[in-house]
């Protein structure tokens, strides 16, 4: 099998590369490298079947009415997958690229759509738990139509994604594309940035360091996070099946923020403190995924513990030094 992964050089989408070429694929990562960077797919670049091209997808994929489109010597003509990761998914990034968020999930989603409709393609858009805003139902069920600021900071990225979705929606309704949707808890695990500003990477880092662990609010509010190797797993099931979705791919397993820095704390024998500073606007007061379907359509559901990612985490971050991270 041939897939086109954009953001393949992000922290999600290089792991699934890794696992699509573990699996035997030839994989082509298409990424523009605002959130991304070659070195999460240094170790790819000598694997037969793997190609990088530093393109950014909202630019268009080489459809007739994309224009010249230049992806180097690459020519994604034959593709049986397509599958659409691009986008910054951090809050700290999506405030600091407010326009290219906003074209990746609009241009960025049709393009790869139109690459996933001449190539007779399976289509996978990875969607957000973002797109439930800060909800009104609790756990969150892929019927809940969500509770989204549509003017706030955040609704770059989370009215982005519903559009992506609608978008998907449409492709497969009117032009019959294998189109679908899955919804992506927060997730973590190595080849996240120490500066991308997301809880873990950022809570890793400071504790390594041996500064204060920046807590937002009274950090009661409230995060599920999943291992990136079981999103990988889930994602590139629900990739093999024909289904629409949206499936809600997560780990149940719900921590306070407070609870998150005390466990980083501990997992790194770090003396930093916690320091409490100001909650973003519109920071979502509880997430987590109700995985029924995920459990009952693939047969999927994590199997990392939290102890357990969260070692690997900090053991990749000390690797690569406090510096560098
Ligand atoms: N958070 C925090 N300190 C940080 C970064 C994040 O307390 O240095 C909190 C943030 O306010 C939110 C949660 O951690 O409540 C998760 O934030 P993240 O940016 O990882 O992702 P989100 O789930 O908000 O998209």
Redesign the pocket.
Known sequence: MRAVVTGGAGFLGSHVCERLLDDGHEVVAVDSMISGTPANVAHLRTRPGFRLVRHDVARGLGAAEDGPVDLGAVDLGSVDLVLHMACP????DYAAHPLETLDVASRGTRAALELAARSGARFVTTST??VYGDPLVHPQREEYWGNVNPIGPRSVYDEGKRFAEALTMAYRRSLDVDAGIVRIF?TYGPRMRGHD????P??VR?ALAGEP?????D?S?T?SLCFVDDLVEGLLRFAGTHEAGPVNLGNPHELT?LQ??EDVIAATGSSSRIEH?D??TD??KV?CPDITRARELLGWEPKVAWETGLERTVAWFRELGVAAA
Do not use: K, M, W, Y
Not at 89 to 92: I, R
Not at 197 to 200: D, F, I, L, P
């Open positions: 998914a951090s809050p700290v738990s973002e927060n500003g997301r809880v873990v950022t809570f400071q662990l920046t807590v937002c609010g950090g509010q995060r923020v998150i820095a500073v909650l973003p920071d979502p997430r």
